[in-house]
């Protein structure tokens, strides 16, 4: 079993259900011999020191470990909202001291863990390449882009990214190198816009009052949290394309609306799956 532990204030049992399936639909999508799994802790990371962090990470592993739930042929957690190479060190090391210190492939409990403690090169991007390759191949294609009114490529397309971190900011970057422009980023605290397309070095960019998901664009990339498309806000989206870089960003009753305005989606379990092609290499 595989899939991404998270600390976030919104974790509740029935997300985490919700989040391992799509994780079993993404590690199938992607032809990953693995099933999905989910872990979270009802925590905002921001509110805890260093310290308290780790205490609360290792302690979590220990119980997994005492239920024989973390080991590299059972469950292989990776990062997620607010966790990363870090929380995953920690957890690997306790395993390395506990039941796995016999083990010479103990290292392998975790993926997403620093390059200099047994991690591959790449991981830590390979979301945001995979929402991009999925983004380049669909608009490479003829057909879709004809549909969308649109000429095929990616280069000069405008997008507004959803979050600016691990996923969103690596989408960003692959997007920049084919050509696309960056026209807005929202984040938690606030968002900015250039409508020309210059956001990378925030030249000329300034902050947008008004609701960024709402603005025309060609390329809109939910890329932070579930549900920010909703009934609510789908009817109002102006954006041709929606990629999902997040977990289930788009809810059933928006989707509905998004297909009714001719807006295509492409899923989270294909467009977000880039990380899954890297779990048997890092393991």
Known sequence: MHGGLRYSEDVNADEVRALSAIMTFKCAAVDVPYGGAKAGIKIDPRKYSLLELEKITRKFALELIKKGFLSPGVDVPAPDMGTGEREMAWMMDTYSKTLGYQDMNSHGCVTGKPINQGGIHGRGSATGR??????????????????????????????????????????????????????????????????????????????????????????????????????????????????????????????????????????????????????????
Not at 165 to 192: F, L, M, P, Q
Not at 216 to 226: F, G, M, N, S, Y
């Open 130 to 283: 995979g929402v991009f390759h999925a983004t380049e191949h669909f608009m490479d294609n003829e057909c879709y882009m004809e549909f969308l009114s649109m000429k095929p490529g990616i280069k000069d397309k405008t997008f507004i990214l959803q979050g600016y971190g691990n996923v969103g900011s690596h989408t960003h970057r692959y997007y920049h190198r084919a050509g696309a422009k960056c026209i807005g980023i929202i984040e938690i605290d606030g968002s900015i816009f250039n409508e020309k397309g210059s956001i990378v070095g925030f030249p000329g960019a300034k902050k947008y009052d008004g609701d960024l998901f709402e603005h025309e664009c060609d390329i809109l990339v939910p890329a932070a949290k579930e549900k920010v498309i909703t009934k609510d806000n789908a009817g109002k989206i102006k954006a041709k394309l929606v990629v999902e870089g997040a977990n289930g960003p788009t809810t059933p009753a928006a989707d509905k609306i998004l297909m009714e305005k001719k807006i295509i989606v492409i899923p989270d379990i294909l467009a977000n799956s880039g990380g899954r092609n890297m779990i048997c290499l890092v393991k």
